[in-house]
């Protein structure tokens, strides 16, 4: 099994969870949009990091599980490959309400309760197995990080009065 560092997938992790959503929230603010940082952060955090994630990370589990399965999950069990599909079908789906939500904005908050919830209980069961190699680690790591990210971005939205992001 193959513990090396997959430096792509580590740029493309950095990309949609922290720079993308990032220069997003600062660039709609200075352009006089959105008011209220936190849905910003909701909005773009959403978009980038549950919907663009979601859907790229679902399209490649899909079209080739192999590279999730041995490198994340460190299986070589071929026979792995249909439930890492499967996976990639429902991480399509999450996806698509992510993307979705941005000209959609009801869907916001649906998408970051599904997508969070998805992505810290995904964390979670990393740290519990204990990362075995560095893609696993930035995996848990990106998981819990959006996790966050999505709670706090909730519970802003509840304790505003707003409901909604």
Not at 27 to 37: H, K, L, N, Q, T
């Amino acid at each position: 099994m193959d513990r090396r560092l997959d430096v792509r997938y580590l740029l493309i992790v950095l990309l949609l969870m922290l720079v993308l959503p990032v220069l997003s929230i600062v660039v709609e603010r200075a352009a006089g949009g959105v008011a209220d940082p936190w849905v910003a952060a909701a909005k773009w955090f959403v978009f980038w990091a549950l919907g663009v994630r979601l859907l790229t990370v679902g399209l490649r589990q899909a079209a080739k599980p192999a590279f999730t399965a041995e490198s994340i999950f460190r299986i070589t069990d071929k026979g792995s490959h249909v439930i890492v599909r499967e996976l990639g079908f429902a991480n399509i789906c999450s996806g698509l309400l992510g993307a979705v939500s941005l000209i959609l904005p009801q869907w916001r908050m649906a998408a970051a309760f599904t997508g969070g919830l998805y992505m810290g209980i995904a964390g979670l069961m990393h740290a519990v197995k204990r990362p075995e190699g560095p893609n696993e680690a930035i995996a848990m790591v990106s998981d819990l990080f959006i996790f966050f990210v999505m709670a706090a971005c909730m519970l802003h939205a509840f304790c505003s009065g707003s409901g909604g992001l």
